[in-house]
């Protein structure tokens, strides 16, 4: 072999070797095909180590809340499973996780109209208790679990003022002067009106003179002040000299 057929040779050399490589490879993993396992249910590092395995590659593409399930279970696969594939491909999995924490918003100490609308964005249930006290009809007195809390079942319980009806016992009027009793009635707003035990005369007004003798709602009684329909007190009087 003369020195023009070596350098010949020689130059065809890197085509060689690579149509060499090229059917090295494509008899090692041309026709070579897996069939894709089923990964749908598994926890995520046990699906890692099967594809691991197979010479797969796993991709996590997306995440997905799933409180009936522990975090980390594969819920669906691409490709499929029980279909073939090659080696080295990539496998595409979407798993669950948790859902986040509901945090009880604070609702104590405001009015029903201002709380409900808070509880439907953040999807609470609630169970309304009503209550006697002397807050506002409708106003949030307290509340169960209290602001911060994780809710675990997003329902709350509310205790709510029934209004500032006030169960008193009703004052003994009888012999005070009836200018006093009619301020101090007008004063918390409770309509009065006044009979005179004789006639008198169309213009006549009351002075310290005149005294009550009986009085309806009777002294000792009990009764509910209602702020948005005011106590009706009758007074019977008689005028002293």
Same mark, same amino acid.
């Given at each position: ?11 065809? $050399? ?7 490589? *090229? ?5 090692? *993993? ?54 073939? &594939? ?19 918003? /604070? ?7 201002? &709380?409900?609308?808070?509880?439907? $964005?953040?999807? &609470? ?5 009503? &209550? ?10 307290? /509340? ?14 509310? *205790? ?79 005028? *002293?000299?």
């Amino acid at each position: 072999m003369n020195l023009t057929h070596l350098k010949h040779l020689l130059w065809l $050399t890197p085509f060689f070797c690579f149509w060499f490589g *090229y059917q090295c490879i494509a008899t090692l *993993y041309g026709n070579h095909t897996i069939i894709m396992p089923t990964l749908t249910g598994t926890p995520l590092p046990e699906a890692f180590m099967t594809l691991s395995k197979l010479n797969l590659n796993p991709r996590l593409v997306s995440t997905k809340e799933m409180a009936n399930l522990p975090a980390g279970t594969v819920l669906s696969q691409t490709p499929a499973p029980q279909t073939k &594939i090659k080696p080295q491909q990539t496998v595409y999995l979407v798993v669950s996780r948790m859902p986040q924490s509901l945090t009880i918003p /604070q609702v104590a100490g405001q009015r029903m109209e201002h &709380i409900l609308p808070t509880l439907k $964005t953040a999807g &609470i249930t609630y169970k309304l208790q009503y &209550i006697q006290s002397h807050y506002p009809k409708n106003y949030c007195i307290a /509340q169960l679990p209290t602001a911060g809390q994780p809710s675990k079942d997003n329902k709350m319980i509310l *205790y709510v003022s029934k209004g500032d009806e006030k169960p008193v016992i009703m004052p003994n009027f009888k012999n005070r002067p009836v200018p006093e009793i009619v301020d101090f009635l007008e004063h918390h707003q409770h309509q009065v009106t006044v009979f005179h035990n004789t006639g008198q005369e169309a213009d006549h007004r009351c002075t310290f003179s005149c005294k009550v003798i009986d009085q309806r709602p009777q002294a000792g009684s009990c009764i509910k002040i209602d702020g948005q329909k005011p106590l009706h007190v009758q007074l019977q009087v008689a005028q *002293y000299s």
